[in-house]
Nanobody, 125 residues
């Protein structure tokens, strides 16, 4: 069982930055694909970014060039650096994880077995 705990959310003005962290425990972190999703009010949860041990990080078009996902295997932590934030980035951000193996769409939330509780990011204009 993998437990995920997010932190780093808050309220910022448009154009500013935030860094989210997701600490994992209870699993072998180096064998786990990590991802970030978000859910805005009244909308479905959507893919943001994902990172694995051997593949270039992948981003949703809406955040490409502004957000950076990274992982520190020594700390069992994945980060999401968010720059040039926009009001439309306002959402609850969720960390997700799954073990490697098989062929799957890593942008599909249904492929992830483990989820954090979420952290609120609010961007004011």
């Amino acid at each position: 069982q993998v437990r995920l705990v997010e932190s780093g959310g808050g309220v910022v003005q448009a154009g500013n930055s935030l860094r989210l962290s997701c600490a994992a425990s209870g699993g072998t972190f180096s064998n786990i694909r990590m991802a970030w999703f978000r859910q805005a009010p009244g909308k479905e949860r959507e893919f943001v970014a994902t990172t694995s041990r051997s593949v270039t990080p992948y981003y949703a078009d809406s955040v490409k060039g502004r957000f950076t996902i990274s992982r520190d295997n020594a700390k069992n932590t994945v980060y999401l650096q968010m720059n040039s934030l926009k009001p439309e980035d306002t959402a609850v951000y969720y960390c997700a994880a799954r073990y490697y193996g098989g062929s799957y769409d890593y942008t599909d939330q249904d492929q992830y077995a483990y989820w954090g509780q979420g952290t609120q990011v609010t961007v004011s204009s």
